[in-house]
Structures are given as C-alpha cells and as structure tokens.
C-alpha cells in the first residue's frame, strides 16, 4: 500500500502545461516525452556556476564545444538532453520496454552506476521486481536525498511498466 501511495504521490507532482496553458496530465505523453519532463523538472536548467554541468545536467566531455561561463538556451539545452537521453537508450536497448528507465538512471548517475547495479542484475535475470532497488539510487555524497527518491518515485511512476 506503501509503494502505491508513494508512486501516486510521484504522479502528481508532474504536471505539464501545454501551449494554452492548461494542464495536462503526463501519462498522455509518449513515455520519452516524459522523461524529458522528468529530467528537466529535477534537474533545472544549469548556470554557468554549475561547470562543467551545462544544460540539464549534462557533464562536459574533452573536445566538446561548451566553454566555462555559457549559459546554454533552453533550446540548446534541450536538443542536448534529448541527444544524451537517445544515447543512454541505445545502450539498453536489449531491456526492451525498460531501457528507457535506464537510460533515465544512467542520465542522472553515469552509465557505470547503472552496469553495477541490482536494478540491471535483476534485469538481466528476467526479474523485473526492480521498485526498491531502483529507488535506492538516492545518495548524494553517500547521504539519502529526498528530491533524489522524489525523483526515482516519480520516474518509476511515469516510465515502468508491467
């Protein structure tokens, strides 16, 4: 009862505005889409101060074009989500309808997290009970963070399927 309070809980701190200003609910978007919401609403667009972390959340690599003290627009940043969170899903590709959460974990904790991790050894195994191994993934600096399993809540709510 827990996990399903949690989970609705999740849903409803994701709303999404459409061009006329009306809400609309989350669960109407393809579930890409709303990993782009999710992501965006968690991360927040990055300041020049957030460096080497441009756009959203986006961690700069040697030899790409970002410079320390620019700001990207949101339209850069977003078409850089977007190229990242596509990324992160060809790697998971083999996971079928969970790739996507996978991608969205990877995208916030690194791909070498999600390789070492119960959530993908589970998967791995046919075992898709993967609830409290995934929202374990909220440390920061090896202390619970509440946004952070705000957010595993909201991305399990939004993206996993039975």
């Known amino acids: 009862m827990k996990k399903l309070l949690l989970m609705f809980l999740a849903l409803l701190t994701v709303m999404v505005g459409n061009a006329a200003g009306r809400k609309i609910n989350i669960m109407d978007l393809p579930p ?3 990993a782009v919401i999710i992501i965006k609403k968690f991360e927040t667009l990055h300041k020049p101060r957030h460096w080497p972390y441009v ?11 970002y410079r320390r003290g620019v700001q ?4 850069q940043a977003d078409a850089l989500l977007r190229k990242d969170l596509r990324k992160f899903c060809a790697l998971y590709t083999q996971y079928g309808k969970d790739s996507l959460l ?3 974990l990877a995208y916030n904790c690194g791909p070498g997290v999600v390789q070492k991790s119960t959530v993908l ?3 791995k195994s046919g075992n898709r009970d993967i609830f409290k191994s995934y929202t374990a ?3 920061y600096k090896g202390k619970f963070h509440k946004q952070l399993h705000q ?3 909201t991305e399990f709510a939004t993206l996993f399927s039975k």
């Open 32 to 34: 890409f889409e709303r």
């Open 55 to 65: 756009g959203y959340g986006h961690q700069v690599q040697p030899g790409e074009p």
């Open 72 to 75: 990207l627009t949101e339209k």
């Open 102 to 104: 996978l991608a969205c």
């Open 121 to 123: 050894k589970k998967l």
């Open 137 to 139: 993934h909220c440390r």
């Open 151 to 153: 957010r595993r809540l």
